[in-house]
């Protein structure tokens, strides 16, 4: 993806992220992007909806496998505004997800290169590409901002 291409899908991550955080979610989302078109998205949930599963890359490929009408991802690039940790990451390769592209890192509970590096594990079935991308700052900001206002 073009690198403006990335900074539009990413800017629509943060701004789910923004909507989570006005919720009283912590901050993140993701928009899941098939052929240069977004297909899911979603936001942190797990207060709202009451289910520990409910992150941003979840509830955002629940709704792309029920918008396609299929479990299976190929092709596709999820945009999150912080690195997935492991459940999420699990979910990617069984979705098989294309390729990650996330803000912000996660130096607690990150798994894709912060604590873990569960994507470059070759035992899996399926490769998931992976790369930090654009809105590092500002989203790192949003996430420090929200944690900050509830200290």
């Not at 996660?106 to 470059?120: H, I, K, M, N, Q």
């Amino acid at each position: 993806m073009a690198v403006d291409r990335d900074s539009e899908f990413m800017g629509r991550a943060l701004a789910l992220a923004e909507a989570a955080a006005e919720a009283g979610e912590v901050p993140i989302g993701a928009v899941l992007v098939s052929d240069g078109t977004i297909v899911g998205e979603g936001a942190n949930g797990v207060i709202a909806r009451c289910d520990p599963t409910a992150h941003a890359e979840i509830t955002t490929l629940r709704a792309a496998g029920q918008r396609l009408g299929n479990y299976r991802l190929p092709g596709s690039v999820l945009y999150v505004t912080l690195e997935p940790c492991t459940m999420c990451v699990g979910a990617l390769v069984h979705a098989r997800v294309a390729e990650l592209v996330f803000a912000a890192l996660e130096p607690r509970a990150g798994a894709v290169c912060s604590t873990a590096r569960l994507l470059d594990a070759t035992h899996y079935n399926h490769r998931v590409s992976w790369r930090q991308g654009p809105l590092a700052e500002e989203s790192g900001e949003l996430l420090r901002g929200f944690f900050r206002a509830r200290r």
